[in-house]
């Protein structure tokens, strides 16, 4: 349930990153803290930890309030 609910946010999220030339892949959720992988030009990118932080996170946190942080995973 709780995959699906943070599928559909990054679904929100993603036409921006692709906007951009980047994309977000959503990789594990354990005790709200959600594994996330920036890809294309968001992956090496040096706002991509400003772009996971206050993008990516705080829409989830505050969609799926569960979400303690966001995290990339390498």
């Known amino acids: 349930m709780m995959k699906e609910k943070i599928q559909v946010v990054l679904n929100k999220i993603r036409p921006m990153l692709q906007a951009d030339g980047g994309d977000v892949e959503f990789v594990d959720v354990e005790d709200g803290v959600v594994k ?10 040096p ?14 946190k505050q969609e799926i309030p569960e979400i303690i942080s966001v995290e990339s995973a390498e």
């Open 36 to 45: 996330v992988r920036l890809q294309g030009a968001c992956a090496g990118c």
């Open 47 to 60: 706002m991509s930890q400003m772009t996971l932080k206050n993008g990516i996170e705080r829409l989830l």
